[in-house]
């Protein structure tokens, strides 16, 4: 069995939302695509404005290139701060979380265990492992984000383990 005791963080929430905004698996090469792009649209300034000085056509690349920059860098904070405020009374108690062989219980921290939610393995949608986290989708747009340093009993080495047992078709590693 391996327990969890989760806490908000908002620098795990900044992370889980570059990983959903970057595409999941592959998130952490993706971001410096967006900046890449941002300043081949740069370059392309420059040389439209020493051609044809005051080009309107290099103003709207500049502009272009600008904007992919800062959009690829700071949406995923923007949408972490957010989500921030909509889950503040997370923030506040946290969620037990415990696995065993045969399903995932999920309570609220306080509670009394009566009100814990049971989801067997099969009837969750996918687990992503990133660096730090876990991210388990109950369902398509609804995750559990589980630090590694949240354990209460067990490892992630453990829990990465059980995944790959129970679930290895929806078990994406993204380290």
Known sequence: ???VKTKYDLNTHKEFFRFLFFGGKYY???QPVFAIIG???VMLWFIFFFIIPESFIANIFLAI???LVQWAYMMPVVLSRQNAKEVAELSQTGLD???DERRISIKSAGESPEETSALPYEKVFGVYEAKNDFYIYITRAHPFIVSKK???KGSPDDLRTLFQAKMAKNFVICK
Request: aromatic fraction near 22%.
């Open 97 to 99: 979380i415990v696995f």
């Open 39 to 41: 300043a081949f649209m």
């Open 150 to 152: 949240d354990f209460v």
């Open 28 to 30: 952490r090469y993706k």
């Open 1 to 3: 069995m391996i327990e």
């Open 65 to 67: 290139g600008v904007v």
